[in-house]
């Protein structure tokens, strides 16, 4: 038995491994080329914008990476924490998504409270973004619906929830929905639907926070997903 556990705690660090050199090498390539780019002389002003939010967008992926590989190593919290207010990352990722929810006829709104908290502010993001996509990508159009809230609760606690119309899910299928590379529906994701990570990423950045997930179907469909994550120290609420 240790043995067959050991043979299985090798694969799950060679798959690390081998997922580190694949997905950070293009990221550096791709940023290698837009340094170059961004100081040449000949750009544009409005070029140049665009090459430096591409370099922005390149870092957070890169930043994102290396926070999940981390998470892929260890089973601690996670030690390197800053401020983080989840109010400013729902208002951000609202913003941020609300195009591709209008193209998938789907409405998005925030109702964001105060809700500091410690933590990953990339990883926080995704967090946030994963649920919200998660939930643009499952519903019901022409008349769906996301609404993403955040507050300070007692007892030193902040929560997120994330709302959805879409189809009814039988309870029995939500512990599934955590699990890597699966949705509801099928035991495997479609090429065309995503990796079918997003949920199990949003647990295991939750628990990394010293926090968890929950989430329950909604009467006539859809989902309501809540995340808890330990206040931030000194903001106590009575």
């Known amino acids: 038995m240790l043995e067959r556990l050991d043979r299985s705690f090798d694969g799950q660090r ?50 994102l990476i290396n926070g999940l590989l981390l998470l892929a190593r260890t089973d601690n919290e996670m030690l390197d924490k800053s401020p983080v207010d989840l109010a400013d990352v729902v208002a951000h990722t609202v913003t941020h998504l609300t195009p591709e929810a209008d193209k998938a006829d789907v409405r998005v709104g925030g109702e964001p409270s105060p809700a500091p908290t410690l933590g990953d502010p990339v990883l926080l993001e995704r967090l946030v973004q994963n649920l919200v996509e998660n939930g643009i990508r499952h519903n019901a159009p022409p008349d769906g619906w996301v609404r993403v809230a955040c507050r300070t609760l007692p007892g030193g606690v902040v929560e997120l929830t994330v709302s959805n119309s879409g189809p009814v899910i039988p309870r029995y299928e939500i512990p599934g929905l955590f699990e890597p590379f699966r949705r509801y529906g099928t035991e495997r994701v479609d090429r065309d639907r995503g990796a079918g990570l997003g949920l199990s990423i949003v647990r295991s950045v939750a628990r990394a926070h010293g926090g968890d997930v929950t989430a329950e179907p909604r009467d006539g469909g859809g989902l309501l997903v809540r995340v808890t994550l330990p206040l931030a120290p000194d903001q106590a609420v009575a």
Not at 19 to 41: F, G, I, K, N
């Open 14 to 63: 060679r798959f690390v491994a081998n997922a580190s050199h694949e997905l950070r090498t293009p990221l550096t390539l791709s940023r290698a080329v837009l340094e170059y780019a961004a100081h040449r002389d000949a750009l544009t002003p409005e070029v140049r914008q665009l090459t430096e939010l591409l370099l922005d967008i390149n870092l957070r992926h890169e930043r």
